[in-house]
């Protein structure tokens, strides 16, 4: 399997076009072509759709795609492998998160880690929930934090925190005032929510069938960090766990618990193959830490 083919798909789902992924390679769109085309003969798979002028991914494309950018990746670190080996320095931390987890959990864990262990390098990442799960799952990653429950025989998952759903709306707003808030409480509110397929999502849609109600999103973001700022801008309302609105809040938002209490769990997801280092214990130290503290200052608001 040529490189250069890998490198190819890689640019064409960036970019979404074979002329662009051609040109930015340096190479003519009729050699693209080819090399593409060889690509999905070589391992089977149509890895798109043609639709007119545009390649459109297909379901096999977007699963190939996670692992090819993970190996391009490792292949591209490769120098850095080496000096670090060369130079005697071997420890090193590879750590990815869910979004909605990197400021209150990742961040403050990362900096009390680097602090106390400023010998360990520490790469991290900040992916979606699907293609978190594969990394770790494949050990591209030491450690992940992300949404529980989890049903993968390739993870080892532990718990680390719970959090209550709250309703996030600007802080001036009507509801604001109200104790808890439920499926039917929204039904004339502007639904901020995130895009099919993650899993807040998910969760989201869940809590409206439990009471009969059809999720009417009218502003789909790909950020609950986005969405929370929307609903600080007066765009709508969202439903979240309360730690990225907690932290961009500041008086500008209001949380209402949900009604009926529904918790969302927070875990550690580990390599179920790969045993923990020493430095990945050390860093789960820092991640209970950090979990903590950021349970008490919830708790404080």
Do not use: Y
């Not at 961040?107 to 990394?135: K, M, Q, T």
């Not at 004339?188 to 969760?203: C, K, M, N, Y």
């Amino acid at each position: 399997m040529k490189l250069q083919a890998l490198r190819l798909f890689l640019r064409i789902m960036e970019l979404g076009s074979l002329g662009t992924a051609a040109q930015s390679l340096n190479m003519s769109q009729s050699a693209a072509s080819r090399l593409l085309a060889g690509l999905e003969h070589e391992t089977g798979l149509r890895l798109f759709h043609r639709d007119r002028m545009r390649l459109v991914p297909t379901p096999e494309g977007t699963t190939f795609f996670a692992e090819v950018r993970r190996v391009l990746v490792a292949i591209d670190d490769l120098p850095r492998v080496a000096q670090r080996v060369a130079g005697g320095t071997r420890a090193r931390l590879r750590i990815v998160s869910m979004p909605r987890f990197a400021a209150s959990l990742l961040a403050p864990a990362v900096a009390h880690f680097h602090r106390h262990h400023p010998e360990v390098e520490i790469d991290v990442a900040i992916i979606h929930r699907r293609e978190l799960e594969l990394a770790v799952a494949n050990q591209s990653f030491d450690l992940g934090i992300g949404a529980l429950p989890l049903d993968n025989p390739g993870i080892e998952a532990r718990p680390l925190m719970t959090l209550p759903a709250v309703v996030v709306l600007p802080a001036r707003h009507p509801l604001a005032r109200r104790k808890s808030l439920g499926a039917r409480d929204l039904a004339a509110e502007t639904l901020v929510v995130l895009g099919p397929g993650t899993q807040l999502r998910h969760d989201v849609e869940t809590m409206f069938a439990a009471e009969g109600v059809a999720i009417r999103p009218s502003i789909v973001v790909d950020s609950l960090e986005f969405a929370c700022r929307l609903v600080a801008q007066g765009a709508g309302v969202a439903i979240a766990d309360p730690l990225t609105p907690a932290a961009l809040g500041a008086g500008r938002l209001a949380l209402v618990p949900w009604r009926p209490r529904t918790l969302f769990n927070v875990g550690v997801l580990l390599p179920a193959l790969m045993p923990p280092s020493r430095s990945v214990e050390q860093f789960l130290e820092a991640l209970r830490r950090a979990a903590k503290e950021a349970g008490a200052r919830l708790a404080s608001a």
